[in-house]
């Protein structure tokens, strides 16, 4: 982690993204900054120090999501998102709770390939185009003919073309060990192929560019040293993994129809995990004791208290997040960055049409939105994505005709396209 993300930082960093919350941008501010102060203590305090997890309570579509999932960008920390309800399902068995931790570590090993993928990139594309030009015109061919087709193949001119290559065969569903139980069992296929012999190849037809995305694919692989990929990010899914786990409510509340035995036995199944255990993975063993959980959940019908003792004591950061108004959602839609107004003028003006949205259409905008939560169901900020979706929706269909074209949105256009929608419970409901 970097030196310079201090708690103030990551706000600020929040706050490019984020409206509000406040509350609870601090907490994870310093729940990340205290990973990175754990590291300068000494081996022995080290150990000592345990994450301080963090409930974060709100009504859906408020961003608490969000805030840890950007948090976890920032920091480049491997990150997942579990919803606590998954494992209340039919067919659950206690030890499923640990893929948890086997996702995290998957995470954090792509995370770590993305990373070395860059400094590979150059070798691995020289060699990609090598093997790509050897499927298109035979490895004999003169080095004029595969400059001309090296050319064509960089200028976009063979997207179309179908070329047969000798491809590493992808591996199938993971096979499922009998008597293992559970994910425990569970190997893929290709990692005991490759163990014997090396990877199965297979000849397959496929466009170019396709062609071109799966060769650089296996080139990049090839030279990543695979055992230390593995060794640090199980390390790093060790010390800056986030697990965040959704509608933890779900899972507190009894269940007058019998149902309570298994939530609860959820909680206890994931105490284990958020207080320290070690779990097998397919890279070797991976520690929990310093993953950081953000547990959520709107508590409207449970409390934090209905959850088992030691979980509450788990989780002993609260903060609560508050429901978002008309005026957070014209800052949603003004002020952070890439926001849904931006990204929708990006998207048409790569087909040449400018769009111009007025400050009184954001407004118009914000105050359908708040309407449609209020009168039909409260999705917070996620209803200025139906919204915004269902205003542009015509002229995103229409755009190849209004080429060079210049739409100004203003608040008379938004009333026109939304006004008897938002209006009317009932269509609303099926269209906003
Ligand atoms: N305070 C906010 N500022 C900016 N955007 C927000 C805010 N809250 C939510 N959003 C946007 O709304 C969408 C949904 O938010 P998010 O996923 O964080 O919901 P949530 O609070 O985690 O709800 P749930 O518990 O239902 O998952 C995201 O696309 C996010 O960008």
Same mark, same amino acid.
């Given at each position: 982690m970097k030196d310079n993300l201090t708690p103030k930082a990551i706000v600020r960093a929040l706050d490019e993204h984020i409206i509000g919350q406040s509350e609870a941008k601090k907490a994870v501010a310093v729940a990340l900054r205290n990973r990175w102060r754990r590291q300068k203590l000494s081996l022995e305090l080290r150990d000592e120090v345990t994450p301080k997890n963090i409930l974060m309570i709100g009504p $859906?579509?408020?961003g608490k999501t969000e805030i840890s999932r950007r948090l976890a960008k920032l920091a480049d920390a491997p990150f997942v998102k579990v919803e606590? $309800?998954?494992? $209340?399902?039919?067919?659950?068995?206690?030890? %499923?709770?640990e893929q948890i931790a086997r996702d995290l570590v998957e995470e954090a090993i792509r995370l770590e390939k993305d990373r070395r993928r860059e400094s590979v990139r150059e070798a691995a594309s020289k060699a990609a185009m090598e093997r790509l030009l050897n499927a298109l015109v035979g490895e004999g061919a003169s080095e004029a003919t595969r400059a001309s087709f090296h050319q064509r193949i960089t200028e976009n001119a063979m997207n179309e073309t179908e070329v047969e290559i000798e491809v590493e065969d992808t591996p199938s569903a993971p096979m499922e060990i009998p008597?293992?139980?559970?994910?425990?069992?569970?190997?893929n296929l290709s990692d005991i192929m490759g163990k014997f012999g090396g990877p199965k190849l297979t000849r397959r037809k496929m466009k170019v560019p396709d062609a071109w995305d799966k060769l650089v694919d296996e080139e990049s692989e090839k030279r990543l040293d695979q055992d230390d990929v593995a060794r640090t990010a199980l390390a790093n899914a060790e010390t800056n993994g986030i697990v965040f786990l959704d509608e933890i409510d779900k899972i507190a509340v009894s269940d007058v129809r019998g149902g309570s035995v298994s939530r609860e036995g959820v909680q206890r199944d994931l105490l284990p995990l958020i207080e320290g255990t070690t779990v097998a993975t397919k890279y070797g063993p991976m520690k929990t004791d310093h993953v950081l959980f953000i547990a959520s959940g709107a508590f409207h019908v449970a409390?934090?208290? %209905?959850?088992?003792p030691e979980l509450q004591g788990r989780l002993p950061i609260r903060v609560e997040l508050k429901a978002l108004t008309e005026a957070d959602f014209v800052r949603i839609l003004s002020e952070t960055r890439a926001n849904l107004v931006a990204q929708y003028k990006a998207l048409l003006a790569t087909e040449e049409v400018a769009v111009e949205v007025t400050e009184g259409a954001v407004t118009e905008i914000a105050r359908i939105a708040a309407l449609v939560n209020e009168t039909v169901e409260n999705i917070g900020a996620r209803r200025l994505q139906t919204v915004m979706e269902k205003l542009l929706e015509e002229l995103s269909f229409e755009a190849e005709d209004r080429k060079g074209e210049t739409v100004t949105i203003d608040e008379a256009y938004v009333r026109e396209k939304l006004e008897g929608l938002a209006g009317n419970a009932d269509l609303s409901k099926y269209i906003l």
């Open positions: $859906t579509g408020c606590a $309800t998954k494992f $209340t399902e039919v067919g659950y068995v206690g030890r %499923d709770v008597g293992m139980g559970g994910s425990v069992g569970m190997i409390k934090p208290s %209905d959850m088992l």
